[in-house]
């Protein structure tokens, strides 16, 4: 017997609801300006207090080694990007393609030897 379902009922899948929503992109731009903000306000602090340490080189080197590897730090976490939340519809499993057969030529031979 075949099973009829009616166009208009509901799926027994869940309804993705606005809750479950990632926030809008600006917003994410917004806060990864932020955050490279800060990131490259502790490197001028970095600087400044090596300047002032200037009694105590050792001190000073590690402030200025510091300043030197903190771009490096704020450039990657800038450009890390929003993470979407697994089972949001971009991570959707979608079942895998198999391969066609190869072809034959007119003879009827395989075309790929």
Do not use: K
Not at 28 to 46: A, E, F, K, N, W
Not at 80 to 104: H, I, K, N, Q
């Amino acid at each position: 017997m075949v099973s009829f379902r009616h166009p208009f009922a509901r799926s027994r899948e869940a309804a993705q609801t606005v809750t479950d929503a990632l926030p809008p992109r600006s917003e994410d731009i917004d806060r990864r300006q932020r955050h490279y903000i800060v990131m490259m306000s502790v490197r001028l602090g970095c600087f400044l207090a090596a300047l002032a340490c200037y009694r105590w080189p050792w001190l000073a080197a590690g402030l200025i080694v510091g300043a030197v590897f903190l771009p490096y730090v704020a450039v990657s976490a800038a450009n890390a990007g929003r993470t979407d939340r697994p089972g949001s519809p971009r991570f959707v499993d979608r079942p895998a393609r198999r391969a066609l057969p190869g072809g034959r030529d007119a003879d009827g031979h395989n075309e790929i030897s």
